[in-house]
C-alpha cells in the first residue's frame, strides 16, 4: 500500500505562486509515474501534469503548459508542482495520485492511477 500527502496549498493573489508537495509513505514510488489533478467545486476531476518515473519525461495539460512545473525526488520519496502566475480559475482541490505499475508510460487519465492523496486546497483570488 501507498499512502500519499500533499501539502503547500492555501490562498493566493493572482500572478502568485504556490509549491505543491506530495509525500509518499508505506513504499517506495521511485518506479511509479506520478500525477496531479485537480478538481473545482461542481467540475469533474481533470488531469494537470505527470511524470515519468525517472524524471526525464513530463506531461502537461494545455491550460498549465508555461506555468506550472512538475518534478519529483526518489530519494525522499516526494513529488512536487511548482505553481507560478496562477489564475482564479486555477482554484480547486489539488490531488496526487500514483501510476502502481512500475517503468510504465506517463498517462493522463485518472483511472489510471492506483493511489491517490486527500487534496489540497488552493484558491486564487482575483
Known amino acids: 500500500q501507498v499512502q500519499l500527502v500533499e501539502s503547500g496549498g492555501g490562498l493566493v493573489p493572482a500572478g502568485g505562486s504556490l509549491r505543491l508537495s506530495c509525500a509518499a509513505s508505506?513504499?517506495?514510488?521511485?518506479?511509479?509515474?506520478m500525477g496531479w489533478f485537480r478538481q473545482a467545486p461542481g467540475k469533474e476531476r481533470e488531469f494537470v501534469a505527470a511524470i515519468k518515473w525517472s524524471g526525464g519525461s513530463t506531461y502537461y495539460a494545455d491550460f498549465v503548459k508555461g506555468r506550472f512545473t512538475i518534478s519529483r525526488d526518489n530519494a525522499k520519496n516526494t513529488v512536487f508542482l511548482q505553481m507560478n502566475s496562477l489564475k482564479p480559475e486555477d482554484t480547486a482541490v489539488y490531488y496526487c495520485?500514483?501510476?502502481?505499475?512500475?517503468?510504465?508510460?506517463?498517462?493522463?487519465?485518472?483511472?489510471?492511477?492506483?493511489?491517490w492523496g486527500q487534496g489540497t486546497q488552493v484558491t486564487v483570488s482575483s
Open positions: 495520485a500514483a501510476r502502481a505499475r512500475s517503468y510504465s508510460s506517463v498517462v493522463a487519465t485518472a483511472n489510471e492511477y492506483d493511489y
Open positions: 508505506g513504499r517506495t514510488v521511485s518506479t511509479y509515474p
